[in-house]
């Protein structure tokens, strides 16, 4: 197999679907829309997936399991979402032989069949509030497959939350976005945007939505994460209250939030390179790939005890290392592998480098080489471990903030939008006039920054604005 | 809602479903057969998740994500598998909003489509081994609900590995028997017996089956976790063949291995009694439960600050541990609700406890009481934590062994098997006499040990036989 990719600059869908098969991250299921997630493309998931739930679990949630079967009656409960979801299901009509008397929706999300639930749970305001998440698979049916972007079954975690008050609810709902924002921009280097979305934008059944908004190496946005206040939808659909403090019934209030597989997409586009991927140091497989590189027997048996040795440290001290020692291929084959694989950092160790005490070290992010002694190796490695991350960010954010552009006038805007990039500007319009934008560029409103200073005119009605939004075009 | 059982001796069934929903571990979903795991059920699967998961990453096995869905044809490639498995499918027949071309099976289980990626894969002798595992939902439609036990939607873990020979998928499955072993028994306090299935037992579609087998409570058999060894059944359907060495075209040879949600139910019915679950430390989500108790709002504010102190201090020597401070209900209250739940260890701590600087701690499995000195607390703990681990283990063990009974002939067989228990006895006996045995008693042989010291004379036949088989009631 060769390991080369199509360059970014002459096809951007290519060198994604190029990189993530490369890379051996996903391939193609044999059920049109599906996706396999092979075990590199699992393991990065693994890492995200840990440090996730780590944050849900230290702000009180905990996990439980929901069965994946709705019955069709659940769905058409809460009238947004079954016009929202009831498209897209997967329906079973079958089982153990027979014909069901109701068919079973496969979950496009769970709202319905955890509020049932709910209902059983919750009697007073001691029951709540009332933090689960679940990390499952769900099934949104989907004709053009994007490995990790777009596939008819992915894998996410949703969080369903049952609060005494709005007021309750809405500071869940902000405290899950600040995860994600932090689950972005700290551990995968993702810079994004947060804010909150308009309502043609907001998820099926909710009061309002907030989201992490980033952008990609081909200036798109890529949504990557939502947190949703659904106010007292579906407590009202599927009749759940509660006895407040003051004895009086009342309706649950509820949030839900979720990333899913999409967030290795997002990682594959806002890093990769010509090369191929560039893993952050903090959620890659693994950290560093030791090659040594021998010509005769008696060299290997010498440079591979070294290699445990270093090996073994690595290991005592949390860095995440994987030994190369195939004497299959040539060691240039190796190196223009692991670059494809986007391992931070590559470690080579030659017959020389250990008569020298030495090893060298290259960087994935930038080439640079290091002529690193043995003694100081692994403080070295953290040292520019934690460089290549911080590194990796802000490079990132410079091509983000280089790519959003403000504007005060409709026709910059779409030269903008043309050529590529986020559009910042003042709005005061409404869903129609959101519609109308779309249909004539396709750019939609990102979202709406929480971070806003001043207020100005409306780029599009001219009116006084008191915010302003990010517009771009989405995966 | 009340807090106490049916008794196991009044109605094990009935004493088993009551102590799964009044310990909070599970409910029953809106759909027939299918089961919510609630919070507190969901985090002791975590825990035996991540030790059964910790020991395949240590052995090179890695996990990954198959689709769930499964063309229809490809469960007819394996003529004994699909007349094992289809009967018992979900089908998706609609997707979209369309009638789809072709009906799609939810996974059983994942040998079709595992081995149809498998033939893209797979070329050469040096892409093998390929040791993958996932964790993921499976569906078999179910009538007769059992919460854990039989449930139409369950929570899994399935490896499939390929191999270059016959000896090297053989040394595979065995080494997943013996980690399911370790799992059962050194964490989950569980005996089993290690053998394998006779032909009339074993998977659809295998070569032949090992498991690991236990008593419940009720002295019937869980079938607790099997390793199949395939053969080239799969890789023949599938048509995935490799170059070996000698660059000869082979099919390549196959293992697959589970354990399931099922093991929950497995660790209820081993230590359970009639005043609810007794958990086994090592992977009961709280290890200790603290109970401060206080008459007046001075003791409680020195009563909290001590208990803050200590639970700090179990963080810090990780210990698992919840403090109880509702004020709500009575510590009475407390106990029988936390010894519903099965928490090994209770501590409890009162004012004049604190004048004396000591807590009194509880066990779980015996109700022993102790008077421990606050600056012996931590020892203390981790001492008892590990004699409670250890005398489940051995009194589960010996409740086993006591109800184990060997056999000479067909008449004791079926009076031991008619008043409960196993019977160990010596088998010569093909599948029709299996079969009629069955019939008659309702025992099956659960395995063969692996364990075999000497011959005898089969209790059924009358012949010589080689090995002794272990028969009981099953799940």
């Known amino acids: 197999m060769s390991i080369s990719v199509t360059k970014r600059s002459e096809d951007y869908a290519k060198w994604y679907t190029d990189v993530v098969q490369k890379a051996e991250m996903a391939d193609y299921g044999p059920v049109k829309g599906t996706m396999v997630i092979r075990p590199y493309g699992f393991a990065l998931w693994e890492n995200i997936r840990a440090i996730a739930d780590r944050m849900f679990k230290e702000t009180g949630h905990v996990n439980a399991y929901f069965p994946m079967f709705i019955p069709e009656s659940y769905m058409h409960k809460e009238a947004e979402h079954v016009e929202g979801f009831a498209p897209e299901c997967a329906v079973v009509t079958h089982g153990g032989g027979k014909k069901l008397d109701e068919p079973l929706y496969i979950r496009p999300t769970s709202e319905t069949i955890i509020w049932s639930m709910y209902k059983k749970w919750i009697n007073s305001y001691r029951d709540l509030p009332l933090l689960i998440n679940q990390w499952v698979n769900v099934v949104r049916w989907e004709m053009r497959t ?7 079954e992915f894998l996410w975690q949703e969080g369903h939350t049952a609060h005494a008050s709005f007021e309750e609810a809405e500071i869940e709902t902000k405290k899950i976005i600040e995860i994600y924002r932090v689950l972005a921009e700290d551990y995968m280097a993702m810079p994004v945007y947060v804010g909150k979305k308009t309502d043609a934008e907001k998820f099926a059944g909710a009061v309002h939505t907030y989201s ?8 798109k946005a890529l949504q990557s994460g939502t947190s949703h206040n659904l106010g007292q939808n579906f407590a009202k659909a599927f009749d759940v209250t509660f006895l407040s403090r003051e004895n009086k019934p009342e309706y649950v209030y509820a949030t839900s939030w979720g990333v899913s597989t999409r967030l ?18 903090k959620i890659a497989p693994y950290q560093i790939v030791i090659v040594p590189i021998w010509r005769t027997d008696e060299q290997k048996v010498l440079l591979m005890e070294e290699v445990a040795k270093i ?113 910042k500007a003042f709005w005061a319009g409404d869903g129609k006039m959101e519609a109308k934008i779309q249909e004539e560029t396709k750019a939609t409103i990102r979202c709406i920054p929480f971070k806003q200073s001043q207020s100005g005119t409306c780029f599009y009605t001219g009116k006084p604005a008191d915010t302003y939004a990010i517009f771009g075009k989405s995966y």
Chains 1, 2 share one sequence.
């Open 264 to 281: 290795v997409g997002g990682v594959i586009m806002t890093h990769g390179d010509d090369k191929g991927l560039i893993l952050p140091p």
């Open 146 to 152: 994007r490995l990790f972007l777009r596939t008819t």
């Open 212 to 219: 992490i908004e980033a952008m990609m190496g081909d200036m």
């Open 311 to 423: 090996k073994l440290q690595f290991g005592r001290e949390d860095i995440r290392s994987l030994v190369d020692d195939n004497d299959q291929v040539s060691a240039g084959w190796k190196f223009n592998q692991w670059e494809m694989k986007g391992v931070p950092l590559r470690m080579e160790i030659g017959p020389k480098d250990l008569e020298k005490n030495q090893v060298v070290l290259v960087r994935r992010d930038t080439g640079e080489k290091h002529f690193v002694a043995v003694e100081n190796l692994f403080s070295m490695v953290k040292h520019l471990l934690g460089d290549i991350q911080n590194n990796m960010f802000q490079r990132a954010l410079k091509f983000r903030n280089d790519n959003t552009h403000e504007v005060d006038n409709y026709t910059d805007f779409k030269r903008i939008i043309e050529s590529g990039g986020f559009v």
